[in-house]
């Protein structure tokens, strides 16, 4: 896959929700969690919110108009703002701090009452 959700259609095909996480750049603080649902992620302007060349909600907008049998899908995203690409391997300390506090919440949504 080159950095997109448009090779993911067979793996959610039949899913109710899709959760993604992704790195993020739209300004906020380095290390801030966002959740952005499913109408809004949506709406995403094409320039917003993306580390690849489409955002997210350009790509999903293309996969939904190619595979209209996935509108049922509610899609979330889980992003962690990295700020601007680095060329360093490995995660900064804030972005790891990030992660883990993303780990901790998704752990709590998916307990069902």
């Known amino acids: 896959m080159a950095g997109d959700v448009l090779g993911l259609a067979d793996v959610w095909a039949g899913e109710q929700d899709v959760w993604l996480v992704d790195a993020v ?11 952005i649902d499913h109408r809004d992620l949506l709406v995403l302007p094409a320039e917003g919110l993306s ?13 939904l108009h190619g595979r209209p049998e996935m509108t049922a899908i509610r899609f979330r995203l889980y992003g962690i703002e990295i700020g601007a690409p680095r060329a360093v391997l490995g995660l900064s300390p804030v972005t790891e701090e990030a992660v ?5 919440e998704l752990n709590a949504a998916i307990r069902y009452p």
């Open 25 to 35: 750049d739209s300004g906020c603080p380095v290390g801030s969690l966002q959740v």
């Open 51 to 63: 580390t690849h060349h489409q955002s997210l909600g350009e790509n999903l907008r293309w996969l």
């Open 100 to 104: 883990n506090r993303l780990v901790v």
